[in-house]
Nanobody
């Protein structure tokens, strides 16, 4: 069955860095666009970033552009989110999610991980 397992969250000081990982299994990872979505305390879901199936195209929310980098290793079936220059407002549970359709960008997601907590605080 499809599984997405995030890791790498934790407590980091403002201005610091954090690298999140999402290990995928149960499907052909290399043909799906993948996404990071976050949910801050008391707020709704916020799309963060998307990467194409081959990693050649990436997209970012304005709130993280220039600070976060999405990447993937299709040989390892793993998605990453490198978070640099983090701010307190980046505090959230971060989820990886699979785009619903293979080979193309999708506005909806069919599988989600359980999430990993990232807390930015001094």
């Amino acid at each position: 069955q499809v599984q997405l397992v995030e890791s790498g969250g934790g407590l980091v000081q403002p201005g610091g860095s954090l690298r999140l990982s999402c290990a995928a299994s149960g499907f052909t990872f290399s043909i799906y666009w993948m996404n990071w979505i976050r949910q801050a305390p008391g707020k709704g879901l916020e799309w963060v970033s998307t990467i194409s199936s081959d990693g050649g195209s990436t997209y970012y929310a304005d709130s993280v552009k220039g600070r976060f980098t999405i990447s993937r290793d299709n040989a390892k079936n793993t998605l990453y989110l490198q978070m640099n220059s983090v701010k307190p407002e980046d505090t959230a549970v971060y989820y990886c999610a699979r785009g619903r359709a293979a080979w193309t960008m999708s506005p909806s997601y069919d599988y989600w991980g359980q999430g990993t907590q990232a807390t930015v605080s001094s």
